[in-house]
T-cell receptor, first 113, second 112 residues
Framework: KAGVTQTPRYLIKTRGQQVTLSCSPISGHRSVSWYQQTPGQGLQFLFEYFSETQRNKGNFPGRFSGRQFSNSRSEMNVSTLELGDSALYLC????????????FGPGTRLTVL | DQQVKQNSPSLSVQEGRISILNCDYTNSMFDYFLWYKKYPAEGPTFLISISSIKDKNEDGRFTVFLNKSAKHLSLHIVPSQPGDSAVYFCAAADSGTYKYIFGTGTRLKVLA
């Protein structure tokens, strides 16, 4: 069974631009969560989707948004990029509606210049 | 506020000995806990989990202990191997919110 895939793996943008990151969960998984990882901050929760509905979100500004499609694939969008948005963005999928172990993709490394 | 804390940023252990990684949490609503291992340039890999109805869970060389009264969990790795060298994250979740909160990680180095 294929794992969680994320595209692109690396991205360089300039301040003020916007970016869209994509995540394909493990086949059959319906929950997708997004995290931002920066040095010293661990993994910061962005949002979680289940069956195309956002069930929870973290404490990030409205510039960060996401969505989930009917095939469970998810996208995350960041508008008006700031230097501080440079980070590793991780996507994780889990099987069902209840709490389960999450399986992570390799991440997208975003650099904002 | 940091609801999940890993107070030791790094730990070094000799090969064959026990590695003990610690994690503290503040939210009494957390009822599901997980440990992940992360190598550079890879996403975290799930290791082991425990629900709040248990106080211990074992999987091979990995054992997680949960002390609910102290709001503390620990991961024991016995025996430690050089391949275990990685950053370890603990995470906690509240089944009412579907939100996983991660600690900042502990870098484990197993010395050959």
């Amino acid at each position: 069974k294929a794992g969680v895939t994320q595209t692109p793996r690396y991205l360089i943008k300039t301040r003020g631009q916007q970016v869209t990151l994509s995540c394909s969960p493990i086949s059959g998984h319906r929950s997708v969560s997004w995290y931002q990882q920066t040095p010293g901050q661990g993994l910061q929760f962005l949002f979680e989707y289940f069956s195309e509905t956002q069930r929870n979100k973290g404490n990030f500004p409205g510039r960060f948004s996401g969505r989930q499609f009917s095939n469970s694939r998810s996208e995350m969008n960041v508008s008006t990029l700031e230097l501080g948005d440079s980070a590793l963005y991780l996507c994780a999928s889990s099987a069902g509606a209840e709490l389960n172990e999450q399986f992570f993709g390799p991440g997208t490394r975003l650099t904002v210049l | 506020d940091q609801q999940v804390k890993q107070n030791s940023p790094s730990l070094s252990v000799q090969e064959g000995r026990i590695s003990i990684l610690n994690c503290d949490y503040t939210n009494s609503m957390f009822d599901y806990f997980l440990w992940y291992k992360k190598y550079p340039a890879e996403g975290p890999t799930f290791l082991i989990s425990i629900s709040s109805i248990k106080d211990k869970n074992e999987d091979g060389r990995f054992t997680v202990f949960l002390n609910k009264s102290a709001k503390h969990l620990s991961l024991h790795i016995v025996p430690s191997q050089p391949g275990d060298s990685a950053v370890y994250f603990c995470a906690a979740a509240d089944s009412g919110t579907y939100k996983y909160i991660f600690g900042t990680g502990t870098r484990l180095k197993v010395l050959a």
